[in-house]
């Protein structure tokens, strides 16, 4: 496989970031037709005390301040395989495809980042479990017409 310059940048930009003071990851998207890079960012959780604030994250967030809302006809390249909450935003967002640089397995020898529910190692395999058997703790409430938003939205939007 021949090596990557936007790969290579994940790698740089994630590297400045750990001198910097935050966590090992960064994102570059890179619209396909032109090569051009529409965008890059680095996991900011250290930095700005948002949870959420990964690195592809921060990316999709910059790019929608930029008007666009989606990913079609872009690459996003990454640092590490997408943690699920990011994995969860590419699908939505539907890029091209997503390039990683390190796989979980060589991620989680050297970075852990987990927390009383879930490790690198037992993430992915959480979202499979039912609900009730998940570490997370969720029930539902008790509510007399639960569907009701999601109906209005889908009488204000009939061709959605």
Request: proline content about 7%; overall charge negative; glycine content about 6%.
């Amino acid at each position: 496989m021949p090596q990557d310059q936007h790969a290579d940048r994940t790698v740089e930009l994630a590297l400045a970031n750990v001198d910097a003071g935050g966590k090992p990851f960064a994102c570059v998207v890179v619209d396909r037709a032109s090569g051009d890079v529409l965008v890059e960012a680095t996991n900011q959780v250290a930095q700005s005390g948002d949870l959420t604030a990964h690195a592809e994250i921060t990316a999709i967030r910059r790019l929608a301040e930029q008007g666009r809302t989606g990913l079609e006809g872009c690459d996003v390249y990454v640092t590490a395989y997408p943690c699920p909450m990011c994995l969860g935003a590419l699908y939505y967002a539907q890029p091209e495809q997503v390039v990683y640089v390190a796989t979980r397995e060589q991620e989680d020898r050297h970075y852990e980042d987990g927390n009383r529910y879930v490790t690198l190692a037992s993430f992915y395999d959480e979202y499979a479990k039912p609900v009730d058997q998940r570490r997370l703790p969720a029930v539902q409430a008790d509510h007399p017409d639960p569907e009701s938003p999601f109906r209005a939205w889908a009488q204000a939007h009939p061709d959605a």
